[in-house]
Antibody, heavy 121, light 107 residues
Framework: QVQLQQSGPGLVKPSQSLSLTCAIS??????????WNWIRQSPSRGLEWLGR?????????DYALSVKSRITINPDTSKNQFSLQLNSVTPEDTAVYYC???????????WGQGTLVTVSS | SYELTQPPSVSVSPGQTARITCSGD??????AYWYQQKSGQAPVLVIY???KRPSGIPERFSGSSSGTMATLIISGAQVEDEADFYC??????????FGTGTKVTVL
């Protein structure tokens, strides 16, 4: 059974970078059958898919157009985890952030516990 | 940008059938997926590829899709089914989108 454990700060100052990590157990970040996503949820924006990373003989990334200029999702094979970095944050980036796994026919079939990130000075 | 439109709320009496719609221009070509989110919890996949049910999801949850509309059906709704429900799909350019969400009340 796959488990995803999120970590990272809950408070970030405006204009700085938001960084979160999702540790994987029960699967490999390098799996050829999985993809690793970040999603966020806020009252104003609802659920918003941010992007994903996946390995198919080489690494690929897909990003949402709304954050494409500010986002990086990286795998860390040595620690079997992946990370989110969102640059130049504003209060509009305040949300609960989730990591989630795509596997086979099950997109976003497994989720982390969620992390509330508040952007405030 | 691509949008998936859902009704804000649906109310149903226990034991009755609830239908939640999701409208999107790319749905004739793309699968719809449905997630249930209870208060304070992460979403849970209840329907994939329009009409398939993951293991462990009760049989009262079913799905269908026709044209630009996908539908989640809860047959014989239970009080424990109260939650927010979201559809999810992609547009023809590969952008991933969630629906606007529907609050289901069972009373």
């Amino acid at each position: 059974q796959v488990q995803l454990q999120q970590s990272g700060p809950g408070l970030v100052k405006p204009s700085q970078s938001l960084s979160l990590t999702c540790a994987i157990s029960g699967d490999s970040v390098s799996s050829n059958n999985a993809a690793w996503n970040w999603i966020r949820q806020s009252p104003s924006r609802g659920l918003e898919w941010l992007g994903r990373t996946y390995y198919r003989s080489k690494w690929y990334n897909d990003y949402a157009l709304s954050v494409k200029s500010r986002i990086t999702i990286n795998p860390d094979t040595s620690k079997n985890q992946f990370s989110l970095q969102l640059n130049s944050v504003t209060p509009e980036d305040t949300a609960v952030y989730y990591c989630a796994r795509d596997s086979g026919s099950y997109p976003l079939g497994d989720w982390g516990q969620g992390t509330l990130v508040t952007v405030s000075s | 940008s691509y949008e998936l439109t859902q009704p804000p709320s649906v109310s149903v009496s226990p034991g009755q059938t609830a239908r939640i719609t999701c409208s999107g221009d790319a749905l004739p070509k793309k699968y719809a997926y449905w997630y249930q989110q209870k208060s304070g919890q992460a979403p849970v996949l209840v329907i994939y590829e329009d009409s398939k049910r993951p293991s462990g999801i009760p049989e009262r949850f079913s799905g269908s899709s026709s044209g630009t509309m996908a539908t989640l059906i809860i047959s014989g709704a239970q009080v424990e089914d109260e939650a927010d429900f979201y559809c999810y799909s992609t547009d023809t350019s590969g952008n991933h989108v969630f629906g606007t969400g529907t609050k289901v009340t069972v009373l």
